[in-house]
């Protein structure tokens, strides 16, 4: 910029000392100074273009890596865990309620790992544009009380379902991936002593399903960040919540693919809440 600025004075400098009238002179100035007034602006865009991409892909970079750390540790956390559990089944001698006890147990952490690889598959085949819904009619009330049902029993939870009768062509491997992914979300920040609530209703041609939690919601500072890929509040290496940084990615990308929208509403007096329209 300084080699361009010393280039621009000189061409004003050269252009004074023409052996021409006053009204040429200043003609060729304004055309100097206009012309590279154009060029100096496109130079500063361009500069700004450029550190807002790095800016971007450094962002993504430590999003990536912070996904790694993360999903490394969730890989191995269930793995360790149902190794454990087998070996002490296979070690000693328990008594039927135990072994039952350590089964079920690690069938949780193995539901745990199968439900981690599904996000990282169904991330894949997003990126990929493999996923496109398949729509079929379904009575919203049915299908959300089973999934919430499912839910429970594999979280011995009791999260309250209160949906509206009433048909919707949808996809269900899209609603089902959505809603365990925000059950899963509102589980791991409230705390299995959490109130979680499912409600649905239909309004015109449009069907509404809010999930709401009484956890610590999330900082406004986060909101905008919150449905971008690997995205996690906080630094990985000292995070307490598990997670790998998809499930809001892949429920953002599913609801617009199903031509529908999500968004984070603050719930009151605290908490969280999601709201999905298809």
């Not at 001698?93 to 199968?114: F, G, H, S, V």
């Not at 239909?202 to 909101?223: H, M, R, Y």
């Not at 919150?226 to 809001?248: A, H, P």
Request: proline share 3%; hydrophobic share 40%; glycine share 6%.
């Amino acid at each position: 910029m300084l080699q361009f600025a010393w280039w621009g004075y000189h061409l004003v400098d050269l252009t004074s000392q023409l052996a021409q009238d006053q009204s040429q002179i200043s003609k060729r100035i304004v055309m100097v100074l206009g012309e590279g007034l154009v060029f100096f602006t496109i130079l500063i865009l361009g500069m700004l273009k450029i550190r807002s991409s790095l800016k971007k892909e450094i962002q993504l970079s430590e999003r990536q890596t912070n996904f790694l750390l993360s999903v490394t540790h969730e890989l191995k956390t269930p793995l360790a865990s149902m190794k454990l559990y087998l070996q002490t089944m296979e070690k000693r001698q328990l008594d039927e309620e135990a072994r039952a006890k350590l089964t079920a147990q690690a069938i949780q952490e193995n539901t745990r790992l199968e439900l981690l690889i599904d996000n990282i598959l169904n991330a894949s085949r997003i990126e990929n544009n493999a996923l496109n819904p398949v729509l079929s009619n379904q009575n919203m009330h049915v299908v959300l009380d089973d999934l919430v049902n499912r839910f429970n029993r594999r979280h011995a939870l009791t999260v309250k379902c209160d949906v509206e009768p009433g048909n919707l062509p949808v996809d269900l491997f899209f609603l089902e991936t959505i809603l365990n992914n925000l059950l899963e979300n509102a589980l791991k920040y409230a705390g299995r002593e959490a109130q979680i609530t499912v409600k649905g209703k239909f309004q015109s041609d449009k069907f509404i399903l809010i999930v709401s939690d009484n956890g610590p919601g999330i900082t406004p500072e986060a909101v905008p960040f919150i449905f971008d890929k690997f995205y996690r509040s906080g630094n990985e290496e000292i995070r307490n919540q598990k997670g790998s940084g998809l499930g809001l990615f892949i429920v953002s990308e599913l609801a617009r693919r199903h031509n529908g929208s999500i968004q984070y509403l603050a719930n009151s007096p605290k908490g969280a809440t999601f709201q999905l329209i298809l």
